[in-house]
């Protein structure tokens, strides 16, 4: 009986793994996002235009504009600073530079997708 209590119990609290997984799952977007901007692309993998004054690489400190966090079971992802301006499209000379995602791509649904995996496989383990 006690077996099957503990069976209960777990299959209860999943109803609060998102919620729960939430956080993780909010670090592990902007860890995704943080990628493509290091190899200096948009969130749909398309290279940013180099800069117009040396040619060089753009926006090379924007990973520490990205801020992303979970309010309930959603996962907000913002963009701070000049960085922006870049990505609105209203930096000088009107050069757009997507660094934050405008829909959910297939790559942060995959890294969203695995940390819920890790999350029930734990709760399922539990005990």
Same mark, same amino acid.
């Given at each position: 009986?006690?077996?099957?209590?503990?069976?209960? *119990?777990?299959?209860?609290?999943?109803?609060?793994?998102?919620?729960?997984?939430?956080?993780?799952?909010?670090? =592990?977007? /902007?860890?995704?996002?943080?990628?493509?901007?290091?190899?200096?692309?948009?969130?749909?993998?398309?290279?940013?235009?180099?800069?117009?004054?040396?040619?060089? /690489?753009?926006?090379?400190?924007? *990973?520490?504009?990205?801020?992303?966090?979970?309010?309930?079971?959603?996962?907000?992802?913002?963009?701070?600073?000049?960085? =922006?301006?870049?990505?609105?499209?209203?930096?000088?000379?009107?050069?757009?530079?997507?660094?934050?995602?405008?829909?959910?791509?297939? /790559?942060?649904?995959?890294?969203?997708?695995?940390?819920?995996?890790?999350?029930?496989?734990?709760?399922?383990?539990?005990?």
């Amino acid at each position: 009986m006690a077996e099957l209590d503990a069976m209960i *119990a777990k299959i209860q609290s999943l109803s609060q793994l998102a919620k729960q997984a939430a956080p993780d799952a909010a670090e =592990a977007v /902007r860890d995704a996002i943080v990628k493509t901007i290091e190899a200096g692309t948009d969130p749909e993998g398309k290279a940013w235009a180099p800069r117009k004054a040396d040619g060089g /690489r753009p926006l090379a400190g924007a *990973a520490g504009a990205v801020k992303a966090g979970a309010v309930g079971t959603s996962i907000l992802v913002r963009v701070a600073g000049p960085e =922006a301006r870049h990505h609105l499209g209203r930096a000088r000379g009107g050069v757009y530079r997507g660094i934050i995602p405008t829909r959910l791509t297939p /790559r942060l649904a995959e890294c969203v997708r695995d940390v819920l995996v890790q999350h029930f496989n734990e709760t399922i383990k539990e005990g």
